[in-house]
């Protein structure tokens, strides 16, 4: 779907269970988004494609998941201007810990945001992206600001013995 401000790309298939989350939340916030599988090693000319036209395509923050030697965030961000969010997931043989440092550790002079392994990365990934479009959108800014305020109205004074 061209001219949705964020765009969302992960390496597979497998990646969908924990990108789903920055979807969620996204679509909670009223954002529309469109999701991609967009390999960096196993479909490179799709990367290039979407990476190369994805400021032209409308997108205006890429969030970007994969796992293992985690690539695909640190190549879509050399192609294109737009801000990345990078979504390290958690990968079976370490725990997602090289998916985080693969993602992480960019050079200097291109960033990746890189939030957390796994749901908590995604979740945080949509809301930095709704933070960053609500600048100059008020009523999402609103939005933000109600989701924000509702999260805190459900933390309970005192634990309870319910779980
Ligand atoms: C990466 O390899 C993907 O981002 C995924 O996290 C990982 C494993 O992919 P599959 O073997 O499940 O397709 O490219």
């Known amino acids: ?95 997602g810990q090289d998916s985080l440092l693969s993602i992480v550790q960019m050079p200097a002079g291109i960033p990746v945001g890189t939030l957390a392994i796994g749901r908590a990365g995604a979740v945080n990934a949509a809301l930095l992206a709704a933070a960053v479009l609500a600048l100059h959108d008020p009523a999402l800014a609103e939005r933000l600001d109600t989701w924000r305020k509702r999260q805190s109205d459900s933390v309970a004074e005192r634990p309870s013995d319910e779980s």
């Open 1 to 95: 779907m061209a001219g949705t401000p964020i765009a969302i790309i992960m390496g597979s298939q497998s990646d969908w269970s924990t990108m789903r989350h920055a979807a969620e939340t996204l679509e909670a916030l009223g954002l529309a988004y469109d999701a991609r599988i967009v390999s960096a090693h196993r479909t490179p000319d799709r990367l290039y494609a979407f990476a190369k036209t994805a400021k032209a395509d409308g997108f205006q923050v890429i969030i970007a998941g994969a796992g293992g030697a985690a690539h695909l965030p640190g190549m879509t961000a050399a192609m294109t201007p737009l801000p990345v969010f990078g979504v390290p997931v958690e990968s079976k043989a370490l725990s």
